[in-house]
T-cell receptor
Framework: SAVISQKPSRDICQRGTSLTIQCQVD?????MFWYRQQPGQSLTLIAT?????????ESGFVIDKFPISRPNLTFSTLTVSNMSPEDSSIYLC???????????FGPGTRLLVL | RKEVEQDPGPFNVPEGATVAFNCTYS??????FFWYRQDCRKEPKLLMS???SGNEDGRFTAQLNRASQYISLLIRDSKLSDSATYLC?????????????FGAGTQVVVTP
């Protein structure tokens, strides 16, 4: 199975600032994703990180707020821009791997915006 | 209406007992079905895929009912370590790559 790491694991930020979350996969993967999970809620897909092209965003999420980079097949970043308390959440990186395209998740980044 | 709905629980289960719970999905064209497990403050991990004929993995049995649009998970001989939130996951036929749609989860608490 894919091993996915994220940095930072948690952070407390002031409103109006930006935070970049890094995601590293231990092997090359075609598809990487970014999710958000708020307490007691299901996972919500923010965007698909495409290697070599712009990310594909889901309804309700825009590039200006959540810019994503995918420079290669093992790494991606998500930036949460101009943060507000409503952005406080867990942000999870995910990747598909293997013959069955199983989807694996990173440990998540816990963000608290004051 | 949510795409995937689950009873949030909690289901309080004595150790050694059997617990079962369902998940309903709204899109009849949904293609693939999974159960993920999420421990407190951890990431979701794939527990098992759900096949049309139903499938078993040790103490866990998953069933799919396409006519009624639900999947189920049954846990036999519950262990304390089975305490977790179980996420029902469905792939939507909107894209070729099959976007995952998550339920909010069913909490299971196994007690000694």
């Amino acid at each position: 199975s894919a091993v996915i790491s994220q940095k930072p694991s948690r952070d407390i930020c002031q409103r109006g600032t930006s935070l970049t979350i890094q995601c590293q996969v231990d092997s090359q993967v075609t598809m990487m994703f970014w999710y958000r999970q708020q307490p007691g809620q299901s996972l919500t897909l923010i965007a698909t990180a495409n290697q070599g092209s712009e990310a594909t965003y889901e309804s309700g999420f825009v590039i200006d707020k959540f810019p994503i980079s995918r420079p290669n097949l093992t790494f991606s970043t998500l930036t949460v821009s101009n943060m507000s308390p409503e952005d406080s959440s867990i942000y999870l990186c995910s990747a598909r791997q293997g013959p069955w395209e199983t989807q694996y998740f990173g440990p998540g980044t816990r963000l608290l915006v004051l | 209406r949510k795409e995937v709905e689950q009873d949030p629980g909690p289901f309080n289960v004595p150790e050694g007992a059997t617990v079962a719970f369902n998940c309903t999905y709204s899109n009849s064209a949904s293609q693939s079905f999974f159960w993920y497990r999420q421990d407190c403050r951890k990431e979701p991990k794939l527990l098992m895929s759900v096949y049309s004929s139903g499938n078993e993995d040790g103490r866990f049995t998953a069933q799919l009912n396409r006519a009624s649009q639900y999947i189920s998970l049954l846990i036999r001989d519950s262990k304390l370590s089975d305490s977790a939130t179980y996420l029902c996951v469905v792939t939507l036929p909107t894209d070729s790559w099959g976007k995952l749609q998550f339920g909010a989860g069913t909490q299971v608490v196994v007690t000694p």
